[in-house]
């Protein structure tokens, strides 16, 4: 079993930047496709950004490219989200989660029900 806790969530202006990290535990998440996702306030969960086992490869929802940034760092066993450019929009609770150590096709990176392991969550709220 792989334990995911997500940290460095807060309040920030808009125009800000927060790194959002997610540390590993229980098993190394080498071999891992990472994602992040969010959830705003009344609406459906969605993708943000997925990474694969080597980061040779990111992937990013069409708002955030550009602005955010995702990365790990496998001696560690961690997972980062650098957010920059933050909007009011952007404001929602943060998810990490990892996909085991199988093979799926990265156009199944976007859906939440591939992911094997979930973190609790971190709250990003951005004031304008």
């Known amino acids: 079993q792989v334990q995911l806790v997500e940290s460095g969530g807060g309040l920030v202006q808009a125009g800000g930047s927060l790194r959002l990290s997610c540390a590993a535990s229980?098993?190394?998440?080498?071999?891992?496709?990472m994602g992040w996702f969010r959830r705003a306030p009344g609406k459906e969960r969605e993708f943000v950004a997925a990474?694969?086992?080597?980061?040779?490869?990111?992937y990013y929802e069409d708002s955030v490219k550009g602005r955010f940034t995702i990365s790990r760092d496998n001696a560690k066993n961690t997972a980062y989200l650098q957010m920059n450019s933050l909007k009011p929009e952007d404001t929602a609770v943060y998810y990490c989660?990892?996909?085991?150590?199988?093979?799926?096709?990265?156009?199944?990176?976007?859906?939440?029900?591939?992911?094997?392991?979930w973190g609790q969550g971190t709250q990003v709220t951005v004031s304008s």
């Open positions: 229980g098993r190394t998440i080498s071999t891992y496709t």
């Open positions: 990474i694969i086992w080597s980061g040779g490869s990111t």
């Open positions: 989660a990892a996909i085991g150590a199988r093979y799926i096709g990265s156009l199944y990176y976007r859906d939440g029900g591939q992911y094997d392991y």
